[in-house]
């Protein structure tokens, strides 16, 4: 898993409220349980027109929006079925990065296995985050995990919680597997001496 430090980039506004699963990456998708490739049904419902032609209307369609790494959300994002493809569409199409007041339990738990990060901010520095995102291509902000800081276009800054321990996986890009194997040596030496204490097993 890559390390999540500081990440500058464009950031898209999606002022929608719980924006569920379903939404984030169709169940259509969900035949592959390989992590790429998922970027082009990011969204699609919203993305894409019924005869499949892209729909202009919709944020990441607009031009200053295609290549954005951020996403400022409603609040509640993430609900619904515990579809581990929505942190792969998102990351797969370039976002590692959701700003939003609220996530769902489950999927904000599977965007730190995945090496994205869901910062939880107040309702009025996600007002003034939305406010920065609708600047279209000069909407960049600068996301620093070590800070615990966003900062907008102008300088401003917003700060942002998150728990010690999962700071310190998304710091050092460790997921679950990850931490089982920076105690390899453990597990070699625990083996070894099981294995020599019971040869028959």
């Not at 409603?74 to 939003?100: K, M, Q, Y």
């Not at 995990?145 to 276009?153: D, H, R």
């Amino acid at each position: 898993m890559d390390k999540f430090t500081t990440l500058t980039g464009v950031a898209a506004p999606l002022n929608i409220v719980n924006i569920d699963t379903d939404a984030i990456i169709p169940k259509q998708y969900l035949k592959t349980i390989a992590r790429t490739g998922l970027g082009k049904g990011l969204f699609s419902e919203m993305r894409y027109n019924e005869d499949g032609s892209e729909n202009p209307d919709f944020v990441l369609n607009k031009p200053a929006y295609r290549n954005a790494k951020i996403l400022v959300a409603g609040d509640n994002f993430g609900c619904g079925s515990s579809r581990e493809h929505a942190p792969w569409a998102l990351l797969d199409f370039g976002i590692t990065c959701v700003i939003s007041t609220s996530f769902a339990d489950i999927f904000y738990n599977n965007c730190f296995q995945n090496g994205i990060l869901p910062a939880k901010v107040s309702k009025e520095d996600l007002a003034k985050l939305m406010d920065d995102a609708g600047r279209g291509a000069n909407a960049t902000l600068t996301v620093d995990l070590e800070k615990q800081e966003i900062t907008g276009p102008d300088g401003g800054v917003v700060k942002f919680d998150i728990e010690p321990f999962r700071k310190h996986c998304l710091l050092n890009g460790l997921d679950d597997i990850g931490l089982t194997m920076q105690k390899g040596k453990n597990i070699e030496t625990f083996e070894k001496k099981t294995a020599d204490a019971r040869p028959w097993m």
